[in-house]
């Protein structure tokens, strides 16, 4: 009997998850010793290269745009969101770094009632107040350390609900090919002006593990694109839940972390809330599906 496709994009988007947590935690450890900007900025250049036979194949065509400002805009926004949510991996528990990046749902309803004025239905807005009350518990604000760092975070995946709304907004004009293109061509030249007084020369131990981060991070988000271009994204979109195990497993055998209890009560109403705005929030993954090897907030 023949594998159905849901079965198959269910599998990709497993794998995908597992490679994406993997980068996160090679980002965990190159945090240590090397700065924030350096590892977004290796990030997003490896995004670049990976587009490289895009940029050959479509020629001057894909250059061709009139809406810069947007692509600037969805650039910004990612590379900013990069920064956060990296920044939350080194300083947060694995899994709780995770975690919040996941909340990013939550805010497209929110931005695109504000930018493109489209209503929200009842059930997101049940959706949304019942996420942020998991997000809320959390924060757990007797933690202040990890108060501050996960609204980093929780910062991040605004940004980065930001950048897919902007995908939205200049989705009716511009091709998905150049959508990627431009933002990681933007995203790369952003992120490598810090470098000029950010820059730590790595040794051949970190450079190494760039380029591993660089290159199944890379995989990862041609996985996942491939499994969105399999199946109706909100029947799949569930298993991006499994990027908390994966983390939760990576932060029990390399850092000795544990879940708290309100971690844990929190990400269960964070999924259910994820789970109502999946056919809300399906539009946008769809169009994001043709655009994942360039987006990690993320």
Known sequence: MPVSNTLKAALLLLMAEFLLASMGAIIKILAIDLPNEMIVFFRNLFGLVAILPLLISMGSELF?????????????????????????????????????????PLFIPIIAYVWLKESISLWSKIAIALGFVGVAIILDPDANKFTIIALIGLGGAALASVAKVTIRKMGTTEPSARIVFYFAFLSSLISAVPLFWAWVTPS??????????????????????????LAIPGRIAPFTYASLVYASIYGWVFWDETLRWATLAGSLLIFIAGLLTLKKSKKYDSKEASDKESTNAA
């Open 64 to 104: 061709k745009t009139n809406r810069f400002k947007l692509h600037l805009l969805r650039a910004a926004a990612g590379v900013s969101a990069m920064y956060c949510f990296f920044y939350s991996i080194g300083h947060i528990a694995f899994a709780e770094a995770m975690l919040v990046k996941l909340s990013a």
């Open 204 to 229: 051949w131990f970190e450079l190494g593990m760039l380029c591993l981060m660089g290159s199944i991070g890379t995989v990862g988000q041609l996985m996942m694109t491939k499994a969105y271009t």
